[in-house]
Each structure stands twice: as C-alpha cells, then as structure tokens.
C-alpha cells in the first residue's frame, strides 16, 4: 500500500524559513502534491513534483527526491497568514490520491 | 468558473440513521473523490468516481457507499450511522491526467449523536 509522514507540527517566526518534510512508501506513483489548508477552509493546492528537483511558485518551493522516497515545502518570508494545516499528498495509480495526516504549521510574530 | 459545491454544509444525525451528501464539481471534471477528515488523522480517501463508474475505494466499511451521475455529480451514502463517522467529508473534483490538481469543495461537517 501506500503511506506518507510528516510531522505533525511546525513553529516558525514572521519572516523566517520553514521546511516540512514528507516521507513516502509506496510502489509506483505519477507525482507528489503539496495542499494547503485553513482552519475551517478546504484544502486547496499550493504545488506538484512529477521530477526529481525543486519547482518553485513565488514564496513557495517543493521539492522530490524519488530515490530517497523524500519531498519538502520550503515556505519562505513567513507571514502570519500561513499558519495552516499542510498536507502532501501521492497520486499512485488507480487513480487514487493518498493524504499524509498533515503539519499544523503555527508563525508567531 | 463556479467551484465545487457540497450540500449540505452541516448536519446532525442520530446513531442508525443514514445519510447522503451531495458534491457537484467544477464544470468540465469527470473526476470526483470523496475523503474523510477527521482530526489528526488528515484525509482519509473514501473512492473516486469517473464517467459514472467507481474506479477505486479506500479501505471503509460497506456502510459507506458512493454514486456519480451522467452530469458528474456525485453523491455518497452513509447507512448505520455510528458515533465515529462523525468528520468532515469532502469532495474534490479533477480533470483528466495524471497530474492535475483537486479542487476540492467546503465540505460537510456531520455529526451523529
């Protein structure tokens, strides 16, 4: 089957850096997905790996490495407005797409 | 384009009693997946619908069941209702491909008591 880590929670400052880290398992997949989400908002998508390497959109960057079964978000100059749930997010085969359990990701002024 | 709808926002129901929630997707997605979330546990996938058909399920019981119509919308049942499905469901509607996103709607927030 297929199974995704990340930790549950992250505290950074205003204007700092934050990575949060996502370790897979699985057999086969097209791509890794990052998707952000506000308390009492749905989740809406932030970035998508199919590579090996960094693509990045504006503060936002992710990053996959298929032979370490390893991804990142790297959110940069933090604004309070981020603090959010972030969830990574595998699209396998069988069109399914499989949810890690999410980092609460807290910025403190 | 108008995004994904969910009906109803919120609901109440009593133990042994069944539901159904309703998703209609974005104009133009054939894909629709139902996930539930509940907290700490992020989101857990219930199935996907394409073109009518079930094209895989996540590992629920029978109690929970799911259809989509010609015009992709999509509807899933909860039968028996317990104390533990209580969660927010949602729904999340895509394009064809193996890499486009989910758009996903506000969600329904049931509560069985």
């Known amino acids: 089957g297929q199974s995704l880590e990340q930790p549950s929670e992250v505290t950074a400052v205003e204007g700092a850096i934050v990575q949060i880290n996502c370790t897979y398992q699985?057999?086969?997949?097209?791509?890794l997905s990052w998707y952000q989400q506000h308390d009492g908002g749905a989740p809406t998508f932030l970035s998508y790996?199919?590579?090996?390497g960094l693509e990045e959109t504006g503060r936002f960057s992710s990053f996959l490495s298929r032979s370490d079964s390893y991804g990142y978000l790297l959110l940069q100059e933090l604004q309070m407005k981020d603090s959010a749930s972030y969830f990574c997010?595998?699209?396998?085969?069988?069109?399914?797409?499989?949810f890690g359990a999410g980092t609460r990701l807290f910025v403190k002024a | 384009k108008a995004g994904v709808t969910q009906t109803p926002r919120y609901l109440i129901k009593t133990r042994g009693q069944q539901v159904t929630l309703s998703c209609s997707p974005i104009s133009g997605h054939r894909s629709v997946s139902w996930y539930q979330q509940t907290p700490g546990q992020g989101l857990q996938f219930l199935f996907e619908y394409f073109s009518e058909t079930q094209r895989n399920k996540g590992n629920f019981p029978g109690r929970f069941s799911g259809r989509q119509f010609s015009n992709s919308r999509s509807e899933m049942n909860v039968s028996t209702l317990e104390l533990g499905d209580s969660a927010l469901y949602l729904c999340?509607?895509?394009?064809?491909?193996?890499?486009?996103?989910?758009?996903f709607g506000q969600g329904t927030r049931l509560t069985v008591v």
């Open positions: 790996n199919a590579l090996d």
């Open positions: 999340a509607s895509s394009g064809t491909g193996e890499n486009t996103e989910a758009f």
């Open positions: 997010a595998l699209r396998g085969g069988g069109f399914k797409t499989i």
């Open positions: 699985t057999s086969g997949f097209y791509g």
